[in-house]
Every structure is written in structure tokens, then in C-alpha cells.
């Protein structure tokens, strides 16, 4: 990755969390590719968008419907489990604390890199 190209990625938020909202330190930010490399998301400046730790964290290896299950889950409190056991436990009759999350670039009216 070219100084130049992490520059291009940092504009697009003027260095803001690409989900969560909150400022990035310029010398800490990561990229995340927002369509997942394993569901053939490019390596390049159109795929990669600003994130802070904890959210690329979080959304690891997953799609952007899995992050905002995962942190509307823990803005609500919930404990950490996988949405495997979530799901199982809620075909079990277990009712989770759940709130719709809002990604930074949705409220900012961002358009997300898309699949071509
Ligand atoms: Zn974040």
C-alpha cells in the first residue's frame, strides 16, 4: 500500500471511521476492505475504506450485514456470542438484546464501494 493510496482511503471519511463514526488518529488507522477479499472485494483504494481498530476488528473476515449484527448486538448490551449461537439459541426460544446500527457512512450519505 503507496502513502498515496492510504491518503485517497483517508479522504473519503476525512478520517473518520468508515462505521462507527469516531475520528482516526492518522498514524493508527487501518483499511478494511468493505466487500471481503474471500468474497471478491479488490485490494485496491476503491475497496478499502478508513476504519479504526475496533471495527475492523470486529467485522474480521465478515460482510457488512455481520458487523451490523455484531456491534447493534453489543450497543445493546449483549453478550459476545457468534451469530451461530445466537441463532440456535434464539430457535431455542432465547430472546437477545438487539439495536439497529447505524454505519457512519450511511448517516453521512456515502456511497460504499459496490461488487462489480
Ligand atoms: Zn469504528
Not at 3 to 31: H, Q, R, S, V
Not at 38 to 63: A, Y
Request: contains cysteine; proline residues 6%.
Amino acid at each position: 500500500m503507496k502513502i498515496a493510496d492510504g491518503i485517497i482511503c483517508w479522504e473519503k471519511t476525512n478520517g473518520i471511521c468508515f462505521y462507527c463514526g469516531i475520528k482516526l488518529d492518522p498514524g493508527t488507522f487501518t483499511l478494511d476492505h468493505f466487500i471481503p477479499r474471500s468474497s471478491g472485494g479488490s485490494n485496491t483504494t476503491e475497496n478499502l475504506v478508513p476504519c479504526c481498530k475496533s471495527c475492523n476488528s470486529v467485522k474480521g473476515t465478515g460482510d457488512i450485514d455481520r458487523l451490523r449484527f455484531n456491534l447493534g448486538r453489543r450497543k445493546a448490551g449483549a453478550p459476545a456470542f457468534s451469530k451461530v449461537q445466537v441463532d440456535w439459541l434464539t430457535s431455542k426460544g432465547v430472546v437477545f438484546p438487539m439495536e439497529t446500527f447505524v454505519f457512519f457512512y450511511e448517516s453521512a450519505g456515502i456511497v460504499p464501494p459496490s461488487a462489480h
